[in-house]
């Protein structure tokens, strides 16, 4: 069976309970995704950083930025769920916000910026209680969603990223 490149580590999927235990797994693997985003792109020169990891797909260096991007809004949603009452975030055009001139830059602002927005992310995320998870925002596509499914889609989304960049090492030999 053939992996399919927009998905390496597949959709995320969780239909369990979403408890405390859950939680503090996906928070640990959100604080780890900046020292493993910076060792995957480490010995990467810039035409390996400027390769699409699929046909029609971003390069690596948009999927570093895009993930800085990404993990920003995603801070100030929690941020907004946790201090207002069921607050409507705004969604914002990914594909758009790739073909902007930032995206153009060398990976480092975007792997410093993922390192200090995890760190205080990441501590946010370990004071959250019980009842913090059950906290929602409304995401005018998506609909209600749990701080507590969020971090889990964080989680992953950060797995998701950092896939396309070591599957695209791997199968080039890099």
Known sequence: METDLRYPIGPFEYEGEITVS????????????????REAVKELNNEQLDTPYRPGGWSLRQVIH???????NAYV???LALTEDKPVIKPYEEAKWAELPDYALPVEPSLLLIETLHQRW?????ELTPADLEKTFI??????????????IYAWHGKHHLAHI???CSRMGW
């Open 122 to 126: 990441v501590t946010v995320l370990r």
């Open 139 to 152: 995401h005018p596509e998506s609909g209600v969603v749990s701080l507590g499914r969020n971090i889990g």
């Open 66 to 72: 895009h993930v800085a991007d990404s993990h920003m």
């Open 77 to 79: 949603r929690f941020k």
């Open 166 to 168: 070591t599957s695209l």
């Open 22 to 37: 859950v939680t503090t797994a996906w928070i640990k693997e959100i604080e780890k995704l900046p020292g493993l985003l």
